[in-house]
């Protein structure tokens, strides 16, 4: 799994400053990739399951309603990363917001993946987002 999520990181650069790196390609990486995972597909659960089909509410199955749970998503993989970061004790630098920004657009796309996939299941919203 730590190569997996090195990987997947590392694609915007290697981690600053060096001395860091092991910190971050053994704590930080993993931990954010699967808190992301993990989120996006609680999210995922919570709009086609419990919202879309528990509990029938048929005014929140629009593509609008799916594009909260996309952006708040996004927001809750930035902020795992600067949260990640500061319980690690890593130097504050600019890494950590591209880390950030890059974390949230995996989430988009975790987000996205498991929408084509779980949205079958939703009786109310089994075409949302398309």
Request: proline share 5%.
């Given at each position: ?96 917001y591209w880390l950030a920004t890059f974390n949230a657009f995996y989430g988009l796309l975790w987000f996205f993946l498991f929408s084509l ?14």
């Amino acid at each position: 799994m730590k190569s997996l999520f090195r990987f997947l990181y590392e694609l915007i650069g290697t981690p600053q400053p060096p001395s860091e790196i092991p910190v971050y390609r053994d704590v930080i990486f993993p931990n954010i990739g699967l808190i992301n995972i993990g989120v996006s597909l609680a999210l995922v659960l919570i709009f086609y399951y419990l919202i879309n089909r528990a509990m029938g509410v048929a005014t929140f199955n629009k593509t609008g309603n799916w594009a909260l749970f996309l952006i708040l998503n996004a927001l809750i993989a930035f902020g795992v990363v600067v949260w990640q970061t500061n319980a690690q004790a890593v130097a504050s630098h600019s890494y950590i917001y591209w880390l950030a920004t890059f974390n949230a657009f995996y989430g988009l796309l975790w987000f996205f993946l498991f929408s084509l996939i779980l949205k079958g299941g939703s009786r109310n919203a089994s075409t949302t987002p398309f």
